[in-house]
């Protein structure tokens, strides 16, 4: 997926307000077969199954097809997803975080994560915000009433704000992935960028 690096991120929101959406409805499994790894691909296949009928018919009522969230009053997409809570439970699938990556997120805020799937979400440069159930309250209140509604995601300083109300929470991220979110490092590029210690240190012994 796209290596870009964090820093601010101020976006409109997609919200999905789906408690225990797990990584059978972020991708059904049946996409799993594929050996792509074409980020359209896995984009388009984002919550298939809830944005298309079995006809393959656009799921009106569904969030992600209303014209507010389909499409972005800037240039580009929404770059945020306000989820439920347990966001990514189930399979393991790293296929879940490719989908999430492939259409064009950055950032999932959320109460709380599947384990497996916030840290599969952070190796696809995705950033998993976990918030307070309140912050997440408020957060779906504020964009489910007015979707051109912006949230900045301050990677720096580790803080996430409605800016429509002004309220900010801070979150938590591992200071080794956030160091490499902020320089657009996998961790083959972070071992790279280390090479020179790492021969110095070879040579010392």
């Not at 409109?12 to 792509?36: E, G, H, K």
């Not at 984009?43 to 014209?67: E, I, P, S, T």
């Not at 704000?161 to 200071?175: D, P």
Request: a negative charge.
């Amino acid at each position: 997926m796209a290596k870009q690096k964090f820093n601010i991120i101020q976006s409109t929101c997609i919200p999905i307000q789906i408690d225990n959406c797990n990584t059978d409805l972020i991708i059904p499994a049946r996409y799993l077969a594929s050996t792509t790894r074409d980020p359209k691909f896995f984009g388009d296949a984002f919550m298939h199954d809830l944005r298309y009928d079995a006809d393959g018919k656009a799921v009106a009522d569904f969030v992600m097809n209303k014209k507010e969230y389909c499409e972005a009053p800037k240039e580009g997409i929404h770059e945020i997803i306000v989820g439920g809570a347990n966001w990514g439970s189930g399979s393991s699938r790293e296929h879940a975080a490719w989908a999430i990556a492939g259409y064009g997120v950055r950032v999932v805020i959320s109460s709380s994560f599947a384990d497996i799937h916030r840290n599969n979400l952070l190796n696809c440069f995705v950033l998993p915000v976990i918030v307070s159930p309140e912050f997440q309250q408020e957060l779906f209140e504020t964009v489910l009433g007015n979707p051109a509604a912006e949230v900045k995601v301050d990677v720096p300083n580790q803080t996430v704000t409605n800016l429509a109300t002004g309220k900010s929470e801070k979150f938590e991220i591992n200071s080794y992935k956030k160091y490499c979110l902020m320089n657009a490092y996998d961790d083959i590029d972070y071992l790279l960028s280390q090479k020179e210690k790492i021969e110095n240190y070879e040579k010392s012994r």
